[in-house]
């Protein structure tokens, strides 16, 4: 799969062979010219990496990172920076909310080249982690899942049933039946299966 970069960077000459060498290399590429473009571009398209100057008037990298961090959660940062934002780079690495720094100007492309496939990867990592984490749809009744819920909360069947005003049978059997269809073996897998796929 293709990795799909936002170039931001307002020096227009070296956006266009930084975004030039970066096609070249076999990305694909999406420019900005500075940080309020950047977030128009990526509420309507999807990017695996923002490769962001840091220091550019108006709509900084700083800025850009704060809104990615609240509106992209996942999205990985890589900054451009000169010896006059160093600290800024540093710190924003540290506190986790970029993924990492590359100084200009650019000499070790290959190095380059080797964040940018890092970062996308982390950024394809936690868009599918925050896929597995939403609730999947279950095949169960909705008894069945009061019945899965009061199993998580560590009541016997007995118990189960009187809470429901059921038989303590009928219980069994729903049970049966549930494991069945979930495809697991017994009351724990049933729990733990329940809490994974947000059913309980």
């Not at 005003?165 to 009351?187: F, H, I, P, W």
Request: net charge negative; with cysteine; aromatic share 6%.
């Amino acid at each position: 799969m293709t990795i799909r970069i936002l170039l931001v960077e307002d020096d227009a000459l070296f956006r266009g062979t930084l975004g030039d060498w970066l096609e070249r290399a076999g990305y694909e590429v999406a420019r900005a010219p500075e940080g309020a473009t950047a977030l128009t571009l990526l509420r309507e398209r999807s990017f695996d990496v923002v490769v962001t100057d840091l220091a550019m008037p108006e709509f900084g990298g700083l800025q850009l990172l704060d809104a990615i961090c609240e509106e992209f959660p996942g999205l990985q940062v890589v900054f451009l920076t000169g010896q006059a934002t160093l600290d800024v780079a540093i710190v924003a690495l540290r506190e986790g909310r970029a993924f990492d720094f590359v100084r200009k100007p650019l000499r070790d492309l290959s190095g380059f080249r080797q964040t940018i496939e890092k970062a996308a990867h982390r950024t394809q990592d936690r868009r599918r982690e925050a896929v597995r984490l939403v609730p999947q749809a279950s095949p169960l009744a909705e008894r069945d899942l009061d019945i899965l819920r009061l199993l998580g909360a560590g009541l016997e069947n007995q118990a189960i049933a009187d809470r429901l005003s059921l038989s303590e049978k009928t219980v069994r059997n729903r049970l049966s039946q549930l494991y069945d269809r979930v495809g697991v073996e017994n009351r724990t897998q049933a729990v733990l299966l329940g809490r994974e796929r947000g059913w309980i």
